[in-house]
């Protein structure tokens, strides 16, 4: 695979698949290989002194998954969609699956290596290490979010308008 | 020719793909004729009990092994124990016992203490432990291969004070370790400093 200096580094790629979705109106995006589901919003059950950003955990197929809000995760105020969507991402944390809540899926996307930069310091006031690229979807750009970076740093993001 | 495998009946076959004979006759290994088997009993699977009880608006679960009474928290004596006056002392057949109050350890709702809350007397670590939680509900019985491991993100709470997690009725409940409860630094302190 050809290398680019174009994306972040550790990104080797020719064409990368990435699911898009919605958070507060912008466009963000994870690596489709994570995506094991989607599902329908369902309410967790709430778990004591969970980290704020978690809102409690779901059963799947058997299995116990936290439950993230990633609006919560990215210090959106206000409540989101009656109807968000829920992603099962693998591989993204300590946990074997994690339920990750957005506010609405919109596609499937595939981002040659030409058309992905590296992002900027910072985009919509979340920083560069919890992106792994920025790209131009519809003439808007769409923020390839680091799953693993952002469930595992403590660390508080606010999301600009 | 032998065939030293062959367990069942050798029905001949002329001209069919197989084993042969000297004589030119075919041998088909035919599985031998199962016997009807007798249905097994099953084998009862090991239950364990657990009192369900509700803290704030969720279900928990604790072990019904090393529960020794439910009390009312009639007795129960605040004393500053930083930082979430998470443990408390009741006095108990001449004998102070720290009990945690669930409500302040979980987060729940901090609203003094119901008319429902009974404390839960048990043993943490092979000492006295109490759990203030605000209703006893039922009893319930689980098949430990249904407890699931609690997800390590969903709480920031020590993992050694949960079991895991099993579902009733379409409800999620959390099971409680009693050994990890009474290991928490509070309750620590108190055996420690004698209260």
């Known amino acids: 695979m050809a290398r680019t200096d174009t994306v972040s580094p550790g ?11 919605l958070v507060a109106g912008k466009q963000f995006a994870v690596d489709l290989n994570r995506v094991q589901h ?20 779901i059963q799947h197929k058997g299995r116990y998954l936290p439950l993230v809000s990633l609006r919560k ?25 994690v339920g990750l809540v957005v506010d609405q899926v919109v596609r499937v996307l595939s981002l040659p290596a030409d058309k992905l930069l590296a992002p900027p310091p910072r985009v919509f006031g979340i920083r560069a290490e919890f992106i792994r690229g920025v790209a131009n979807a519809g003439g808007r750009p769409v923020v390839w ?10 660390e508080p993001i606010t999301l600009l308008a | 020719m032998t065939f030293p495998e062959a367990v069942g009946i050798v029905a001949v076959h002329p001209q069919r793909g197989g084993p042969a004979t000297a004589k030119g006759e075919c041998l088909e290994r035919v599985a031998p ?3 009807k088997a007798r249905p097994r009993p099953e084998a009862p699977t090991a239950q364990e009990k657990f009192l369900l009880f509700r803290v704030g608006e969720e279900i928990y679960g604790l072990g019904l092994r090393g529960l020794r009474e439910v009390l009312l928290p009639d007795g129960v004596t605040l004393f500053s124990s930083p930082p979430h006056q998470v443990c408390v ?5 001449g004998r102070k016992i720290p009990v945690i109050r669930m409500s302040a350890l979980f987060e729940a709702s901090p609203a003094g203490i119901p008319p429902t809350a009974r404390v839960l007397l048990t043993q943490g670590q092979a000492r006295p432990l109490g759990l203030l939680v605000d209703e006893i509900l039922e009893m319930a019985e689980v098949d430990p291969a249904r407890v699931g491991p609690l997800p390590a993100l969903a709480t920031l709470l020590s993992p050694s004070c949960f079991r895991g997690l099993f579902t009733r009725q379409d409800h999620i409940i959390l099971l409680v370790n009693e050994d990890g409860l009474g290991g928490l630094d509070e309750v620590v302190q108190f055996y420690a400093t004698g209260s």
């Open chain 2, 89 to 93: 002392a009741l006095e108990h057949r």
């Open chain 1, 73 to 97: 995760r990215l210090g959106v105020e206000g409540p989101g969609p009656e109807n968000p969507a829920v992603l099962l991402l693998a591989g993204v944390g300590q946990d074997p699956v």
């Open chain 1, 145 to 154: 979010l680091d799953g693993t970076k952002l469930l595992t740093s403590a």
């Open chain 1, 38 to 57: 989607i599902l329908d919003y369902q309410a967790p059950t709430r778990t004591p002194r969970r980290p704020p950003y978690v809102e409690g955990v």
């Open chain 2, 33 to 35: 004729a199962k016997q």
């Open chain 1, 11 to 21: 990104v080797t790629l020719d064409e990368a698949s990435v699911l898009m979705f």
